[in-house]
């Protein structure tokens, strides 16, 4: 039986190349999508195994559409598409509800592993970019950050920040209400006297605890 995928890149080439790259194996596209509003609606229309979505699109970008599309289609897997393996964009992938990211560079056989292990549920490849992400963002305080004035949760959070995540994605990522977030948020900048969010992200990485 084969793997049905939804392909949603504002450029043509790329949809198009991903086609040529499937053709052959046991991975069907059934549908394509220029943007974000397109790929729910695929999505929804089509119910893929896999919606493999680009993260720069016109009007909405795909990380916009991965929580709708998830909705329409609550058992297609979400793999996103971009040129670059930015750390934000992995770790907002992740708290979106994307279970792999596969860059638009990987080879023919590690784009095909990608979609059939978020088919199949297998998980990640071991050199997926978004593998050492999920482990900094799944991270709790070891003995390096004894002398980190914060909680094990409040140390999780600012990890979140300075990948760049929302407090409402934060929220996703760690199961917990934006209210929640919020304090834990004012605690951060209190204990670190730093003024803003930004100011912490940049401790924390001069810290090296991301």
């Known amino acids: 039986m084969s793997i049905r995928v ?5 450029h043509e080439v790329v949809r198009e190349g991903l086609v040529s790259i499937m053709q052959g194996s046991d991975i069907e596209v059934v549908g394509q999508a220029s943007n974000a509003a397109e790929a729910i609606a695929a999505t929804r229309d089509l119910k893929p195994d896999v919606l493999v979505i680009d993260i720069k699109m016109p009007e909405r970008n795909g990380l916009a559409a991965i929580e709708e599309a998830r ?3 609550p058992d297609t897997r979400v793999v996103v598409l971009s040129t670059y393996d930015n750390p ?3 770790a907002r992938s992740l708290a979106l509800g994307a279970v792999d990211f596969v ?4 080879p023919k056989e590690a784009v ?6 978020a088919a199949t549920g297998e998980g990640p490849r071991e050199d997926s970019p978004i593998q050492g992400v999920r482990a900094a963002m799944s991270r709790k305080r070891d003995a390096s950050d004894d002398d980190i004035p914060l909680t094990n949760r409040e140390l999780q959070v600012l990890r979140h920040i300075a990948l760049g995540l929302s407090n409402r994605e934060i929220g996703q990522s760690l199961s917990i209400s934006i209210e929640t977030v919020k304090e834990h948020v004012q605690n951060i900048l209190r204990k670190l006297d730093t003024p803003d969010r930004t100011a912490a992200a940049v401790w924390a990485v001069k810290r090296g605890i991301v």
């Open 6 to 10: 939804v392909i949603s890149d504002d």
């Open 88 to 90: 934000s964009y992995l």
């Open 103 to 106: 860059t638009k560079g990987s």
């Open 71 to 73: 909705a329409a289609s």
């Open 112 to 117: 095909i592993d990608t979609v059939r292990r």
